[in-house]
């Protein structure tokens, strides 16, 4: 007896939901596993994953997306009860879930990141209740979205995925949702504005939206400038600059040819756990003065990041990496080389990497919510209003 035919068994055989065979059992589209389909579903069949029926909806919804040879995979499961309160079914498949409310005329996928994010806040037995589409693509063509009964989960490369819901998610989506670069994609989950608040946040790329506790509508911040806390690239340029150029010139033979300048912005990255924020691309030329000879010129580029903690309201930066391209002209490279040079870059710069450097903390009544780095190198210090 094959697998196939021991899971039908276990299933009731004819008796059973799956009715009677419509056909034999053959092997998958993909040459990998075997199936047999019957009047009321289907048997399929992997060596990793044995055999498992799929039947109704679920069914119908993974063959449309291409049976075993969609990123699903072969099913892992046979269809389920939800659980935990949530009215409805589902199968686990080796590449995501198919999950479907008991009522509905459809069900629906969710795999990858949205999916682990989906199940880190209750699967459908959570706040979000069941997917009311597919996977999608976003408009803007980068993303990645999910909608559900009570909100949407977005994914984009760079940020990973993140919920959105509520009245913040009504405000996003009147304004364009991902399309509006005013806000952008949402790089955390609706949050508490602070320890103990009624009042919520969502942190998008370029803003920040925010909902006071009773009130009908979310609403975007305006940045924070009281203190000088925001400041425009000229200003970080600036600050970067008070801390670069005299560690470079800690050596007395180095002296500047260009710069600090800021050469890019780089944008936000996953680092598995968080969203880091964009960062500071800055470059430098210098000059090393050597008696005689031609002198040895590097550009060095830094990179630094904006780093900040809600609970303390502490913002501040630090240098994350750097690289220095030397170039020893001849004949002084007859003498010195450019790994040479470098060292002495090595020496005044190490010290930097991953040290606090302009830290600033918000005082008291003010509570921090978000400290951006701008596409235009712009600084937006983003907190809950008081009033």
Do not use: C
């Amino acid at each position: 007896m094959t697998a196939i035919s021991e899971k039908y068994k276990q299933l009731g055989g004819a008796g059973g939901f799956l009715g009677s065979p419509k056909t034999k059992e053959k092997p998958t589209a993909d040459k990998v596993g075997r199936y047999r389909h019957y009047k009321g579903g289907s048997i399929f069949w992997h060596s990793l994953t044995g055999a498992h029926e799929v039947h109704g909806l679920i069914r119908a919804k993974w063959k449309k997306l291409g049976w075993e040879r969609s990123f699903l995979g072969y099913p892992k499961t046979d269809e389920r009860d939800s659980g935990s309160g949530a009215d409805g079914r589902y199968n686990l498949f080796q590449g995501g879930a198919i999950l479907w409310k008991r009522g509905a005329n459809e069900a629906f996928e969710t795999h990858g990141a949205i999916r682990s994010k989906f199940g880190r806040l209750g699967w459908e037995a959570g706040f979000l209740g069941f997917p009311v589409t597919d996977e999608t693509k976003t408009p803007d063509g980068i993303g990645r979205f999910n909608h559900f009964e009570g909100g949407s989960i977005y994914w984009k490369p760079s940020i990973s995925a993140h919920e959105v819901h509520g009245l913040i998610r009504k405000y996003w989506a009147s304004k364009g949702w991902e399309k509006n670069n005013k806000l952008g994609y949402p790089i955390s989950d609706e949050l508490p504005a602070y320890k103990g608040s009624k009042d919520r946040f969502t942190d998008f790329e370029n803003g920040v939206v925010y909902w006071k506790h009773g009130k009908a509508s979310a609403s975007p911040l305006t940045k924070f400038v009281i203190g000088n806390a925001s400041r425009s690239s000229s200003e970080m340029m600036a600050a970067f600059t008070d801390v670069i150029v005299p560690k470079l010139k800690s050596n007395g033979r180095v002296y500047i040819k260009i710069g600090p300048l800021i050469a890019g912005i780089e944008d936000y990255s996953w680092n598995g756990k968080l969203v880091t924020n964009r960062r500071y691309k800055v470059l430098t030329g210098v000059g090393i003065d050597i008696p005689v000879l031609p002198d040895p010129t590097s550009l060095i580029t830094l990179w630094i990041n904006v780093a900040f903690n809600r609970a303390k309201g502490e913002v501040w930066s630090y240098m994350s990496a750097w690289q220095a391209q030397t170039h020893v002209p001849w004949p002084t490279s007859m003498e010195l080389k450019a790994k040479d040079v470098n060292k002495e870059f090595k020496a005044a710069l190490d010290p930097l990497l991953k040290v606090k450097q302009g830290s600033q903390t918000l005082p008291a009544p003010f509570h921090l919510l978000s400290a951006k780095v701008m596409p235009n190198g712009d600084l937006n210090i983003y907190v809950a209003p008081v009033a």
